[in-house]
């Protein structure tokens, strides 16, 4: 027989609705409604992973997201594998495959498990202490080892090729959690009318309501209310109900980030995306998040069968499964005996109740006993039997005593429930510890929202609902401007109810500060009670550092079952109370989220935009190699046929210098400075003198940061008295516009000038070389061309193809040159009409790496390769271009700083290496003496190196302590294979006199 | 993801729309170029970073453009208020209450 554990007529499942999947090869069979955890426990399969640490085998503790244990890779081919889930959240479908991890080669037989023998030496901060010498080995040794014999599943190793979805939701109340108490303030508020979305972690609502068959509202079962409740919702207009969303994480000003699972519970997904993320903001919000239960900290309490009572119940009453055939009990309150009472009803064998109680009393505990259960007080398991499945439990009186071993192959456990404050304390909320019932409760509010239900303490299911009713309704009202008492006409007549108070916190008898047992507070992991001993000992005093010594509570788990455990044993240890030491904080996610919903669509070509210039086609259909420049493509080189780059750029810069080249020079930033005070505004933001400069002439420019060091340089034109079209480097234009903002906003209001951003609007053709004018001449309209009319650094505005230009005569090539602005949607039929002109004089396309060489050949800086952000003016040679007379400009001050102005400050020169033809490297560094001893004294490094074809040899730049002052000097830039000896000079290597600039 | 009143724009917006500029009311002299080593130092490098109550300059980047400032809670993200550039820094003791 097929699923020898599902219990005929239990459940909500249906049986003919069956369902097929593999666990580690083996095929099963379960049933629509499944989750893979209860389907496997159906088949009488308990033990599914192995742990993190020692590799002990492990089985399920829960029945949901709370679950340390049971995490397998699920994988529907071979690009999709997601390693961790758990298998108590995901849901069957048909052919779902599943596979066990962190074990080798078998489940069943596992070679790590040599660590659970080596534990002594893997115990609390054993990562801290084990393996801190010698050094190296850390890197080549115990690191990989570790990582390899610890650990939990493999990450994918290839690209997602799911995709991902990303909504944003504003509503005026936000419920998150779907159980009684989390349906009755969705129904409050939704009545009102406001805006309301309601979450789940679960494929439905109804939460606990799923498996406490004890609770009767309005005279329907529990679960048949939550149905009704829900259906309700969904039939209104201003309710968005979203299951199979988990709440991760409550950030600032009730944003909510919530992970919607679309197509993980589906056999086909189709192209609907894998997840979707939610990044909702709520007016108010209202958490009914719950209570967990914990598990009794005993020896050997984590071998597969030994679970949650809750989750025995929930396997029973909602998939109809019996976690075992003659099951035990361990319980320290009530809520186990309704889980052995609905097993003994469903005609399963209950071997024993043991309760640490020496006095259970009330009608769960008569029931029990009326049923025929034996019911066991005062006394404690102390351990189990079996190796892969528990086999029998050990039971002594708890004060010590004769030892009697029951047969069982599934033990429950319930040591009382946890409010689930995770998300309260995500919101920045202070718990508070209520001695009474011996726990954390919500306090302290830091944001507009409410806890209701079992995570806010309260006990009964006709005090939830009714609590949660009126808050629903408060928190509504509150919405609309509105107050009010709550509660107003509806109220709900429970008829039963079940409800869980008590239970105990920290080890059991048996587990003790007196014993070396294996008692485990955190089963993922694998921390002990002794490891949390251990770490006092050994000084950690406070529970944050109790934490990170034994990584209890953390990673993915966030301390859902342990936490509490890990708090009591630490606090007895210290001998101090529970409040004294504190609750760790919780962090977000409260469950796993994966990178792919956080990622979501920013991912390839949506990741970053691409920024392409109006001339990108013309260059891409001429063959250009491309590069990214920030944002940018810009052209690299054009190679022709049979040409590398090195050929191509050699080429491409003798010509522009023999006849001219074209460049695409869009990508610079452009600012159009405008109005009565812009030259004063120029004054400020620059070091050069403005007011003086003509209508109609260009200067270079240098903007300075307040210390005196070069931001930003560039070619700024006077168009006329009120109007600058300023140059950025491609790189700076958005700072140098947000800096120039800065500055006009809130420093120099009092000036009347606006800046507009223009890098867009203008198409940049650079025409460079001695036959540049020829080619445009031509082209031009209204514009006299003449070294006369128009002298190097002058700007005209005319047209040009018939097209509007803003024509600068200027060059970063230092030939006779010109930057030819139109338009953008023109550029590229300008650029072609001046091509076929170019083309006359074998003039060529060059892209940025031919720019490179050309301005190098000239010392021209480039701000960013050249400076560094500790670079003046003076530094870089350019003390001319600092108003001398200036009494204010951006950085005036930080240039006089002392630093700034003491001998010895690296200093831009120029390097040929004493042997032409090595080329250096950009970044190397540069010594006196090549022979000293190493770690050599560094004076400076190589900024900017390149093949000069024009020159015939290597050319280069770099800073160099006192460089101005050891011009003839001969220094050495010491490689892997050898010292290259270098001479400072000037970093003007062609045209020294700078004449065929003008003609 | 913090909401940010715009004090130009009058509304709450996404923080995804602005750009934060660093502390507020730090002014450049209008005499920057004669000031002391000392005076210079205060201005430019020292920086208050308290816990708690910080004066804060934020551009409405993405929006409007304008640079504004604001007064938050570096524990809570808390914004008590935000004003426009060159008005007075307000009383935090009144905005707390
Ligand atoms: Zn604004």
């Known amino acids: ?125 054993f990562y801290y202490k084990t393996f801190m010498w010698p050094k190296a080995a850390w890197k080549r040794l115990y690191e990989p080892n570790i990582r390899a014999a610890a650990g939990l599943g493999v990450a994918p190793g290839e690209a997602d090729p799911d995709h991902y979805a990303a909504r944003f939701a504003h509503c005026d109340v936000l419920v998150v959690g779907g159980g009684a108490a989390g349906l009755a303030a969705a129904l409050a508020a939704a009545e009102t009318g406001v805006r309301v979305i309601l979450c789940d972690e679960q494929l439905e609502f109804g939460g606990a309501l799923r498996y406490e068959s004890g609770a009767r509202i309005d005279g329907l079962g529990g679960f048949d209310w939550a149905r009704q409740a829900t259906g309700k919702l969904a039939a209104m207009d201003n309710v968005r109900l979203l299951t199979r969303t988990t709440a991760f994480g409550y950030y600032a000003q009730n944003f909510v980030g919530l992970t919607e699972r679309v197509t993980d519970h589906l056999a086909t997904p189709g192209t609907a995306p894998r997840e979707r993320l939610w990044q909702v903001r709520a007016a108010r919000v209202v958490l009914a998040t719950g209570a967990i239960e914990r598990h009794m900290v005993f020896a050997d309490n984590d071998r597969p069968g030994v679970m949650l009572a809750s989750a025995a119940r ?120 209520d001695a009474e019932s011996q726990r954390f409760l919500p306090g302290q509010y830091a944001q507009d929202c409410v806890s209701v239900g079992a995570c806010n303490g309260t006990d009964g299911l006709a005090e939830t609902l009714n609590e949660a009713f009126a808050a629903g309704e408060v928190a509504a009202k509150a919405t609309l401007g509105e107050t009010s008492a709550g509660g107003g006409g509806n109220a709900r007549k429970v008829d039963a109810s079940e409800d869980w108070a008590g239970g ?21 992991n694998d921390v002990t009670a002794k490891d949390i001993r251990q770490a006092v000992r050994e000084g950690m005093r406070s529970i944050e550092h109790v934490k990170r010594f034994t990584t209890n509570g953390m990673a993915t788990d966030q301390g859902k079952t342990s936490n509490m455990h890990g708090l009591a044993i630490a606090a007895e240890t210290l001998g101090k109370e529970i409040p004294e030491v504190g609750l760790t904080t919780f962090r977000a996610p409260y469950t796993p989220v994966t990178f792919g919903a956080i990622v979501n669509h920013a991912r390839h070509e949506l990741f970053d935009p691409t920024r392409r210039t109006a001339m990108h086609s013309w260059a891409e259909a001429h063959g250009a190699v491309f590069e990214d420049v920030g944002q940018w493509k810009r052209a690299w080189y054009f190679p022709r046929p049979g040409e590398d780059m090195h050929a191509a750029v050699n080429r491409e810069c003798v010509t522009v210098r023999r006849s001219a080249g074209l460049f695409d020079a869009s990508t610079l930033g452009k600012i159009e400075v405008v109005g009565p005070d812009a030259a004063a505004f120029m004054e400020l933001l620059y070091t050069n003198p403005w007011q003086k400069l003509e209508p109609g002439r260009c200067r270079y420019g240098i903007m300075l940061r307040e210390d005196g060091f070069i931001y930003d340089d560039g070619v700024v034109g006077r168009l006329s008295a009120d109007r600058f079209h300023v140059t950025t480097t491609t790189g700076g234009a958005a700072r140098v516009m947000n800096h120039m903002e800065d500055y006009l906003q809130t420093e120099f209001p009092h000036l009347n000038v606006w800046l507009t951003s223009i890098s867009e609007q203008w198409a940049v053709i650079a025409v460079q070389g001695p036959k540049s004018r020829d080619i445009l001449a031509p082209l031009v309209e209204g514009i006299d061309l003449s070294d006369a009319a128009m002298p190097h650094m002058s700007v005209r505005e005319g047209s040009i193809c018939g097209v509007p230009t803003r024509l600068f005569r200027m060059s970063f090539t230092g030939e006779r040159g010109f930057e030819v602005n139109v338009p953008a949607d023109y550029g590229q039929a300008v650029w072609e009409a001046i091509w076929a002109e170019g083309e006359k004089y074998g003039a060529c396309a060059y892209g940025t790496e031919a720019m490179h060489v050309l301005r190098a050949e000239k010392g021209y800086i480039i701000v960013g390769q050249d400076t560094d952000g500790t670079v003046t003016p003076n530094d870089a040679g350019l003390d001319w271009a600092v108003g001398k007379k200036k009494t204010d400009f951006v950085g005036i001050r930080g240039l006089k700083r002392p630093d700034l102005l003491a001998s010895g400050r690296k200093q831009l020169v120029g390097l040929k290496t004493v042997d032409p033809k090595v080329v250096l490297e950009e970044g190397a560094q540069i010594v006196q003496d090549p022979n000293q001893p190493i770690p050599m004294t560094m004076i400076g490094h190589v900024t900017s190196s390149y093949w000069s074809e024009n020159c015939g040899r290597s050319i280069a730049m770099g800073v160099v302590a006192g460089g101005h002052g050891r011009l003839g000097e001969t220094l050495h830039v010491p490689m892997p294979d050898g010292s290259i000896a270098v001479e400072i000079g000037s970093a003007v290597f062609f045209d020294e006199m700078g004449e065929r600039l003008h003609g | 993801m913090l909401l940010i009143r715009c004090p130009y724009c009058e509304e709450e917006r996404p923080e995804l729309e602005f750009r934060h500029a660093g502390e507020a009311h730090v002014a450049r002299s209008s005499e920057i170029s004669d000031i002391s080593d000392e005076a210079f130092e205060q201005f430019f490098f020292i920086r208050s970073n308290p816990k708690g109550i910080v004066f804060e300059r934020w551009r409405h980047l993405n929006g409007c453009a304008r640079f504004f400032n604001a007064a938050r809670d570096t524990v809570s993200d808390r914004f008590l208020t935000t004003y426009k550039a060159g008005e007075p820094k307000p009383d935090v003791a009144g905005l707390l209450k």
Do not use: C
């Open chain 1, 504 to 524: 105990m916190l920290g080890s059991a008898p048996g587990a003790g500060a007196d014993t070396t047992v294996k008692a485990f507070v955190d089963f993922q």
């Open chain 1, 1 to 125: 027989m097929t699923q020898p554990f599902r219990i005929p007529g239990a459940g909500r499942l249906t049986p003919a609705k069956t369902v097929r999947f593999t666990f580690d090869g083996k095929a099963y069979t379960g049933l629509e409604g499944d989750t893979l955890a209860s389907a496997l426990l159906a088949n009488g399969v308990h033990l599914v992973g192995r742990s993190f640490k020692y590799h002990r085998p492990r089985g399920f503790l829960s029945a949901g997201a709370e679950e340390p244990n049971a995490l397998v890779e699920i994988s529907r081919d071979a690009t999709r594998k997601t390693p961790n889930v758990r298998a108590t959240v995901q849901e069957l479908y048909d052919g779902l495959a599943a596979r066990s991890q962190n074990r080798w080669p078998s489940l069943g037989f596992d070679v790590g498990a040599i660590n659970n023998l080596l534990s002594p030496f893997l115990s609390a901060g």
């Open chain 1, 314 to 433: 929930a396997f029973l009453n909602q998939y109809g499964v019996a976690v075992g055939r003659t099951i035990g009990v361990y319980t320290a309150n009530d809520s186990a005996y309704a889980a052995a009472i609905d097993l003994k009803k469903a005609g399963v064998d209950i071997a024993a109740i043991v309760d640490l109680r020496d006095d259970p009393s009330g009608p769960l505990v008569e029931q029990a006993r009326s049923l025929g259960i034996e019911v066991n007080p005062g006394r404690a398991v102390v351990g189990v039997g079996g190796r892969n499945r528990v086999s029998s439990m050990i039971v002594q009186p708890k004060g010590g005593g004769g030892k009697r071993t029951i047969p069982v192959d599934a033990l429950l456990v319930s040591a009382g429930w946890t409010p689930s404050v995770h998300l309260f304390s995500q919101s920045r909320g202070k718990v508070a510890f």
